[in-house]
């Protein structure tokens, strides 16, 4: 089945450093692509949805100049936190779509970033 | 709007116990309804899903059925195992195109031995 690769798996910061978040699908081109935060013992909360060759749409209160999302080609969408601070510490998930239509979606398998 | 409700947890159960999720939604149109798996330190995985009413999806023992009447998709399993501890998602997705999954708060199970 389609697979969305995701790195790093974990990383820790120091404050004020920035991290990048790649999501790369390895076996289909995905269009579109949503990132999501969760919390300590939350759910997943949508940050962004990025489509390829365009600019990424921001739910509301995501600081967009904090969390910068780039959809460059059809396999890769990068997000990079800015000026990372320890209330910037969770776990980032990304998901395509695959194909059309509500059964094809894929996740990656989560970025864990401590900030310091 | 698209919103999903899930029982509170944590859950705890023995081996070989009973399981439900109780799992509610609101959405306008005909949503598309799934549960995700998440076990400790790792992202999210399909479990099963159902994409109109009636639809009863199941996997590794574990099943759902889409009942519009009571907007409800609560997951069950008849004999749950320590390897089933991990934290469920309910979620939705809306009948168009391109759209973003709801998920539900989680609920977090640990099973006993």
């Known amino acids: 089945g389609a697979v969305v690769s995701q790195h790093p798996s974990r990383v820790i910061c120091k404050s004020g450093t920035s991290v990048k978040i790649e999501c790369r699908s390895l076996d289909f081109q995905a269009t579109t692509m949503f990132w999501y935060r969760q919390f300590p013992k939350q759910s997943l909360m949508l940050m962004a949805t990025s489509n390829e060759g365009s600019k990424a749409t921001y739910e509301q209160g995501v600081e967009k100049d904090k969390f910068l999302i780039n959809h460059a080609s059809l396999t890769l969408s990068t997000l990079t936190v800015t000026s990372a601070h320890p209330e910037d510490s969770s776990f980032y998930i990304c998901?395509?779509?695959?194909?059309?239509?509500?059964?094809?979606?894929?996740f990656g398998s989560g970025t864990r970033l401590t900030v310091v | 709007g698209n919103s999903v409700t899930q029982m509170e947890g944590p859950v705890t159960l023995s081996e070989e116990a009973f399981l439900t999720i109780n799992c509610t939604y609101t959405?306008?149109?005909?949503?598309?309804l799934f549960w995700y798996v998440q076990y400790p330190g790792e992202g999210l995985q399909l479990l099963l899903k159902?994409?109109?009413?009636?639809d009863k999806g199941s996997n590794k023992g574990f099943e759902a059925t889409y009942r519009k009447e009571t907007t409800s998709f609560h997951l069950e399993k008849g004999s749950v195992q320590v390897s089933d501890s991990a934290v469920y998602f309910c979620a939705l997705m809306p009948n168009n195109y391109g759209q973003n999954f709801v998920f539900g708060p989680g609920t977090r199970l640990s099973v006993l031995p």
């Open positions: 959405a306008t149109g005909y949503p598309s």
């Open positions: 159902a994409t109109k009413a009636d």
């Open positions: 998901s395509a779509i695959v194909g059309r239509g509500e059964e094809g979606y894929t």
